[in-house]
Structures are given as structure tokens and as C-alpha cells.
């Protein structure tokens, strides 16, 4: 036997699958998730949530491994009951991916690529082949009756997984393998330049959502075709027909110069998610991404107006798509993780500066943010070979690594509940940041209790009480 080769070991993979799903949904562990934050900040928006909800519905963001995530959920009710499933997976690259950030210096702004995930499988292909195979089979396990999985892949791994899904799915539930070309830096030399990602859609069973979604096609020789009962149209590019959409999507990737930009490498394009979205979900859908990176999916999903749920287990990840959908003013949402040891990476000091009268209802309170301190940089996630341009950086102003605030005007010890927010803006541009912040306080509380969370640059987190 070929020792590289994984052909004969796909069966033992299946079976590894199936008995570790049985295992996981067997055992009497109970996941102990716990909600830590609550993201409220649009008050208005509460208008919009009835208007499109009859239900207690929450999004939520887990910050897990996914494979506890979909334990919880299977344990927890979710068994049946998700209507589309994105995954973007690591590719097995051999890669370590990073969020590029920009800092400025006092003079200048500076780019730092901080880690935030590695897609390196040091016991190989088939231990990743087997980590996904159990994932895979507690994703249909989620999927409803009218459900659809989308698996994310490129040249690297597609093909195995294309048989593994065979198998989990059933080749009768195959529906499309979805070629996503785009443009992007780099050419072969000794190859052809590899500019396509694939995607695998597979449906639950015959019985799925499909909302047929409409493409340009332009004309032959792009001139009218005249043929009865056909509506065209023109462009400055020539005449064109709708057709329903086809399996090669021509879509922009996010560029360097791309608004969508967050600086999440691997991120993917809005577009992409919007056309999957509409085509495999209704109104009422659940739609969920294990592998939510920079949260394109959540984002898209919200806009959408469908319910979701996402999870990744990078600290980089979900300071980048809870800050992401707070920007796109996303309704309510949830976070969860596991109980954990409070983060000491980081520090900063609140002093009070005056109250003072607000209304008839309501006082403010102005609080400084003083002395942000990242404890040791030898432990933060960049190369060694950045760390003289963050002390220094630290040195004349260390507020340049704080991402944003946010505050609990009225913290009850639970969970941090998610009121009031001062951050800058992400992407290409960086905005300043103001450490003066008013609050808005409601008068009839005689005793509460002020929480400030500050999140940096690098996903770490704090949070800080005040007793008034
Ligand atoms: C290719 S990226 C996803 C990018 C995403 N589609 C976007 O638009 O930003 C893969 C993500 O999976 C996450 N990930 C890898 N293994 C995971 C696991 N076991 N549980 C949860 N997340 C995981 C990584 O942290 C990374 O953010």
C-alpha cells in the first residue's frame, strides 16, 4: 500500500464518524454553556424584532470548539430543527492564517498581522479527514427535513470530502458542486493559476428549500435574440436574458481595496453568502456556520432577517464578528462559552469625572478610561519580529491597541449586558477613539452597578465594575 495514499483508509474514517457521533450523543456529559454576554445596543431595533418574530428567538454566538457547540445544541432541543448549514473549514493548506491590523505610530500608519487560527495537521491528513467526518455527522443530525449542508473547500481536500459526503448524506442528496471563481493576486508558472474554490451542496432529503435565484446571461455576439416570449435587456455591455442561476459563480473575492474588508484572512464575500442564503433558507429558516471566522454568515443571515447561530474557538474571530455585527446595527444577540479563568492579559483603570443632570428621567455620568496595560507582549499572538514596534506604540499612546468599549449601564453580575458602545471603525480606515465617555443613566435606581468592558486589537478581553 501506498503510504500516502487515503484511499483505503475511508471506510475505517466513516466508521470512526459514525462511532464517535454515537459516543458524543450517547454520553450523559451535560455541556455547560453559559450566556456572558448579551448585545442589546439598538434600542429601536426592538421595534423591528416584532415585526419579524413570533418567538423568543435569540441569535447566538458560541466561543467553542464546534464540536462541543453542536453537542450542546443536539442535547439542548436542535436536533432537526436547522434549515441551512455554511461551513468554510480549514482547507488542510499547511497555513497559519492571520487578521492584519493598522496601527499608527504617531507618524505614520504601520500593518501588524496577529495569528488567529492554523489550518496545520501535524498527524496528518486522515486525523483531519476524521475530525471533520464526526462534525459532518452531527451536522445532519442538526439539519431539518427541509435542510441543506454547504461545505466550503478547495483543490487541497475536496475530493475526499466529496466521498465522505457521499456517504454521510447519501449520493441521492447530492445537489450541486458549486465552482466560486474569482480574481485574485498570484499566477502559476508551472500550472494553471488556481482561481476557483469548490462548494458542496448536499440536502437532507429530497424534500429541501429551494429558492431558484436569478443570473445575467449575456447575449452571443451580445445583440438581441428576438425569440418569442423572451424579455431581454441591455447594458453598456450589450443584450442579456435571466436565466436561473448556474453552478460557476463569478464573484469579486474581498480585495485589498473591498469595503467589506475586515482584515480576517480567509474572509468571504457577502454576495456569496447572500445567494446561498436566499436560495437554501425561508423567512423562519435557522441558519448556522461552525466555522464563522470573521461572522460573513451571521452578518448576511441578519440582514437577511433568518435566525442564526455561529461559532469559532479564535479569540480573534469573535471580537471580529461581534464588533462586525454591531456595526451593522445587528438585532440582540447572545454570547456563550464555556465557564473559563478570567483573562489577565490586559488592564486599564476607570476614573469617575462628574454626574451630573441628564433629563427629567435620567442623570449622565462621565468616566475616563486610564492606563490600558498589556501585561506581557512576548505572549501576544504576532511575530517576535513586531514586538519593538508595539512597545513602542505603547510608549506614546498604548490607547492605539484598544478595539472598542462597550457598557453595562446596569450590571447585575450574571452576564455583561451589552448597552452602550465606543469603538472605532475597522477595515482600512482606523478611526480615533475617545476615552471620555457619557453615560446615559436612568435616576430611579438608587444602588447599580457600571460594567466597562474593554476589548484590544488582539481579542483580549477585560471587564471592570463600578459600584455606584
Ligand atoms: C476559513 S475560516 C472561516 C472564514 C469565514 N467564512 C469568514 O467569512 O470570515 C475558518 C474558521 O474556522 C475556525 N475553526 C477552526 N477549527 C474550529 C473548531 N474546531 N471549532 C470552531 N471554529 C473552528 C477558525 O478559527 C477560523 O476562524
Not at 81 to 106: A, C, V
Not at 158 to 170: A, C, Q, T
Request: with cysteine; glycine share 4%.
Amino acid at each position: 500500500m501506498n503510504k500516502a495514499s487515503i484511499i483505503n483508509e475511508l471506510q475505517e474514517i466513516i466508521s470512526y464518524g459514525k462511532r464517535e457521533r454515537d459516543k458524543i450523543l450517547n454520553s450523559s456529559e451535560n455541556i455547560n454553556f453559559s450566556l456572558y454576554e448579551k448585545v442589546t445596543a439598538f434600542e429601536e431595533d426592538k421595534v423591528r424584532k416584532s415585526e419579524h418574530s413570533t418567538d423568543n428567538w435569540q441569535n447566538k454566538i458560541f466561543y467553542a470548539d464546534n464540536i462541543k457547540v453542536m453537542e450542546f445544541l443536539l442535547k439542548n432541543g436542535y436536533k432537526g430543527k436547522i434549515d441551512l448549514i455554511y461551513i468554510d473549514p480549514p482547507f488542510f493548506s499547511e497555513t497559519n492564517y492571520n487578521r492584519r491590523i493598522i496601527l499608527n505610530d504617531g507618524e505614520k500608519d504601520i500593518f501588524i498581522k496577529h495569528f488567529a487560527y492554523e489550518d496545520r495537521w501535524r498527524k496528518g491528513i486522515k486525523n483531519y479527514l476524521e475530525e471533520l467526518t464526526v462534525k459532518l455527522y452531527l451536522m445532519r443530525d442538526l439539519l431539518s427535513s427541509k435542510g441543506s449542508i454547504y461545505v466550503h473547500l478547495d483543490w487541497h481536500i475536496v475530493h475526499y470530502i466529496k466521498v465522505l459526503m457521499d456517504e454521510i448524506f447519501g449520493r441521492e442528496n447530492f445537489v450541486n458542486e458549486i465552482i466560486w471563481s474569482y480574481k485574485s493576486g498570484g499566477v502559476g508558472k508551472r500550472h494553471f493559476s488556481k482561481k476557483h474554490d469548490t462548494i458542496l451542496f448536499y440536502s437532507k432529503t429530497k424534500n429541501y428549500i429551494f429558492n431558484v435565484q436569478k443570473e445575467k446571461s449575456y447575449n452571443r455576439e451580445l445583440k438581441p435574440y428576438r425569440f418569442k416570449g423572451v424579455k431581454e435587456f441591455k447594458d453598456d455591455i450589450g443584450w442579456y436574458t435571466y436565466v436561473n442561476t448556474k453552478d460557476v459563480w463569478n464573484i469579486d473575492m474581498i480585495g485589498r481595496t473591498s469595503k467589506e474588508r475586515v482584515g480576517y484572512d480567509t474572509q468571504k464575500p457577502r454576495k456569496l453568502l447572500e445567494r446561498i442564503i436566499l436560495s437554501s433558507t425561508d423567512e423562519n429558516s435557522i441558519v448556522a456556520d461552525f466555522f464563522a471566522g470573521s461572522g460573513t454568515t451571521g452578518v448576511v443571515a441578519e440582514k437577511l432577517k433568518r435566525k442564526w447561530i455561529m461559532s469559532d474557538l479564535g479569540a480573534t474571530s469573535i471580537a471580529v464578528m461581534k464588533e462586525r455585527l454591531i456595526e451593522e446595527r445587528a438585532n440582540r444577540f447572545n454570547l456563550y462559552r464555556i465557564p473559563h479563568e478570567e483573562d489577565d492579559s490586559i488592564d486599564f483603570k476607570i476614573k469617575i469625572k462628574k454626574r451630573c443632570p441628564w433629563d427629567f428621567f435620567n442623570e449622565c455620568l462621565e468616566i475616563e478610561i486610564e492606563d490600558y496595560e498589556i501585561k506581557d507582549i512576548s505572549k501576544l499572538p504576532v511575530n517576535r519580529k513586531y514586538w519593538l514596534k508595539i512597545k513602542d506604540i505603547l510608549e506614546k499612546d498604548s490607547f492605539e491597541f484598544v478595539e472598542y468599549i462597550a457598557v453595562d449601564t446596569d450590571y447585575k453580575g450574571a452576564f455583561f449586558s451589552f448597552k452602550q458602545e465606543h469603538y472605532r471603525t475597522y477595515g482600512n480606515k482606523r478611526g480615533s477613539f475617545n476615552k471620555n465617555i457619557l453615560l446615559k443613566l436612568e435616576k430611579n435606581l438608587k444602588k447599580r452597578n457600571i460594567a466597562v468592558q474593554l476589548i484590544d486589537v488582539f481579542g483580549n478581553e477585560k471587564i471592570k465594575i463600578i459600584n455606584l
